[in-house]
Structures are given as C-alpha cells and as structure tokens.
C-alpha cells in the first residue's frame, strides 16, 4: 500500500504534518475530510508494494488451533518473530504454513503483526485483524489471540452442528431423486415397450399411466434441454448474487422463507452476538466494532441495519433505538443491549445473547431434522408409488379384457 506525507490545517489554523498508508491520494484527502481537516499538501514516499498472492482460505478449525498455539507463546514472552518460525514449521495445514511464512518475513522486517494479515484477506478477516490490531494497541496480544481462538472455536461448532443437522436429510433427498430418475428414464420406457407389445394403444391407457410415460419421454428425449437450462438458471443466480441488488434480494428472501427463514436469522443474530461482544471485550471502540460486525454477520439487510444504527450512535443515539427501529432485533435484544449500555456490560450481555441464540439454533436444528426425515421418507414412498401403481394399471384392463373374451368363448361352445 502507497505510503504518503500531508501537510493539513486543523480547527485551530496551525499547520500539521504527518504520513499515512492510503491506496490513492483521492482516499487519503476523503478521509481527512470525514474528520473534518482539509489537506494543503500530499506527497507519495513510498510506491505500492508488489502485491503478494495469497495461498486462499484456512479452515477456522486450524486458525482456532493456531491461535491458541500462538497465545500460550506469546504468553511465555516469545518474540513474535520466533513464534511465527515455530508455528510455521510445526503446522500441517500448506496454506496457513505459507501464510504464516510471510507474516514471519513482514513482522521481521518491521510491519505489524495485523498490517502483514491485511496482505492475507482470504485467510483473516476483519474480524481477526480488527482484534489482532486491537491487541498490538493496548499491549495484551496473548489475550486477543485467546479470544480469538474462542470466538473461531464457537464459529466451528456452531457450522458443525448446522451441516450435522443437514447431513442426513440432503443425503435422503439425494437418493430419492436418483431412484425416481432412473424408474422414469430407464424402467417407464421398458415398461412401456410391454404394453404396446400386449396391444394396448396410448388412448386406452389411464390418464396417471399417460402423465408417467410423457414425463418419461420428455426426460429420455429432451433431457438434455433441462439440464442446459438448469446450469444456464445456476450460473444467472450466481450472477445476479454477485451484484448488490441481487444480495439483498436472496438476503431477504432468505429471512422470510418459511422455517428456514427463522433458523437463518438466529444464525445470524448469534454470529452478530458474538462478533459484537468478542471485539468490545477487546477493546475495540464501539463504531469500529459495528462496522466491523456488518461485514462479518452473513445478511447485507441486517448489515446495512447496523451499519444506519452505526451512523445513529455516531451522532448521539443510544445503541437500542436505531436496532429496534429496523424491525430485525428481537425486543429481548434490544432490550438486554439498552441494559448493557447503561450498566457498562454491553459486552457481557452480547455474550449472553450469544449463547442464548447458539441454544436455540441447535433446537431449531433438532426439531427441524426430527421434521424433515419422515416427510422425506413419506414423500419417496408417494412418489414411487405414484410410480408403480401408474405402471400397473393398465395390466388391470388387459386381465380385465382376457377374462372377458375367455367367458364369451366358453358360452359360444
């Protein structure tokens, strides 16, 4: 990142000077504005760096590890320098062994443990670096990376418990699309190749039984269609998500769909709990920590929530009001944070809120599985045996009409 001297003036007319990191010259002088200051003078030192290539994301399982691993270090009066070769050299994980690489050749070099994160968007968040810089700050490191490694620690069993519930319903419900497929497009059309054969005509057969074989003959002859326009629809939902509307659209949608829509947002209530309460326990200013929280959250609708409660407590409001106003935080929370605020544990009453919406989506989860296994199971019994019995009828009417002729030939003799 560009390094840049100013020059500006401030409230009382003297002239200060200094050096910031900016992207470009047109962002340092918005910031500077923002606070209120005007910039007279502004010269680049130092060019951007080459940009390092990331080796991508980390599983939150082994950064929960290695934040542990680096507090107890740090704790012990490590350097920081020796704790990153240590770790690097001792982790199984390739990526974060990379990672952890470079920020042991930056942090040796002079820059900042949370500066050398930044380098590293996919693998640590804002969260993270927000903590870690939290951290430097106030001199408690070890005590920011222990509350790092708590938070990840929950953030991990919480998505466990989630893909746990989901697990056996998918796996159902991917069975049973692949039996009844391969009954429509394989056993149908032989099915229906021994009824022509036994003379009967498409006119003469029941209506189930026609619905059956043009369902079948449209998946045999035109399958290919379906599954051209399935990946065309796959790939313009991923582009229309990529867009801004687009995700505050299926970020709605996702809110309001039926049950669904209600575990979604205790997920995102507990994630906004925690986040909140792990970065104000730091130390993180309570600006800072909103801004922070309405990227990590999950919903752009509750991000952009918190982000107008942000400008509301910035000038003067009280953190409830604007957060009860947006319709999307329950009373209880509302009311717990306002208790939290005039008693100086917001913090902890943000943990407490946390564990009270991580309880209640493992009981959503729980009840939404003892739910979803026998309507599954129901429904492939439904769908199989729309199946056979449309198979079959037909075979009624031909007995039908053979015990029929056979009675007309004995009364002839």
């Keep these: 990142m560009p390094i840049f001297s100013y020059t500006f003036r401030d409230a009382l007319g003297s002239v200060q000077k200094g050096t910031a990191d900016s992207d470009s010259e047109e962002l340092l002088r918005k910031r500077f504005e923002e606070q209120g200051f005007t910039i007279t003078e502004v010269t680049m030192i130092k060019a951007k760096s080459p940009k390092t290539k990331s080796p991508g994301k980390v599983k939150l ?44 050749t930056r942090v040796e070099g002079g820059e900042a443990l949370s500066r050398a994160m930044q380098r590293h968007p996919k693998a640590f968040s804002s969260l993270f ?28 069993e919480l998505r466990r418990k989630v893909k746990a519930a989901l697990t056996y319903p998918v796996l159902v419900m991917v069975m049973a699309t692949g039996i009844t497929l391969f009954l429509v497009y ?7 190749k021994i009824l022509i054969d036994l003379g009967l005509k498409a006119e003469d057969l029941p209506a ?19 599954a051209v326009s399935g990946i065309v629809l796959f790939f313009a939902n991923k582009l229309f998500v990529s867009t801004r509307f687009g995700r505050r659209v299926m970020d709605r949608v996702k809110l309001k769909i039926p049950v669904f ?33 309405a990227g990590t959250v999950g919903n752009t609708i509750m991000s952009d929530a918190l982000l107008e409660a942000r400008a509301r407590i910035r000038e003067g409001d009280r953190i409830g009001d604007p957060l009860e106003e947006s319709k999307l935080f329950p009373p209880m929370v509302v009311h717990m944070i ?76």
Excluded at 62 to 68: E, G, K, Q, T
Excluded at 70 to 87: E, I, P
Excluded at 186 to 192: D, G, I, M, S, T
Excluded at 349 to 355: E, R
């Design 61 to 104: 399982a082994n950064l929960s590890v290695w934040c542990r691993q680096f507090s107890t270090m740090v704790d012990a009066g490590v350097s920081l320098v020796r704790c990153l070769d240590v770790l690097g050299h001792q982790t199984q994980d390739k990526k974060l062994q990379k990672i952890i690489k470079d920020l042991g």
């Design 129 to 156: 670096i927000g903590l870690i810089k939290a951290g430097e700050v106030g001199g408690v490191l070890e005590e920011s990376l222990q509350r790092l490694s708590h938070f990840l620690e929950k953030d991990v």
């Design 186 to 192: 394989w056993f149908v059309p032989q099915w229906a």
């Design 208 to 226: 189930p039984t026609k619905f059956l074989m043009d369902v079948s003959d449209i998946l045999v002859y035109k399958g290919w269609i379906i």
């Design 261 to 293: 829509g209600k575990l979604h947002h205790k997920i995102c209530m507990a994630r906004f709990s925690r986040t909140m309460g792990t970065l104000l326990t730091s130390g993180v200013p309570i600006l800072q920590a909103m801004e922070t929280v």
């Design 338 to 413: 306002g208790v939290g605020e005039e008693s100086g544990s917001l913090d902890f009453m943000l943990q407490k809120i946390a564990d009270f919406y991580e309880q209640e989506v493992e009981a959503a989860l729980a009840s939404l599985t003892a739910a979803l296994e026998p309507i599954m199971i129901v429904s492939l019994g439904f769908v199989v045996g729309f199946i056979v019995i449309s198979m079959f009828l037909p075979l009624v009417k031909v007995i039908s009409s053979l015990s029929g002729g056979g009675g007309d030939e004995g009364g002839e003799k």
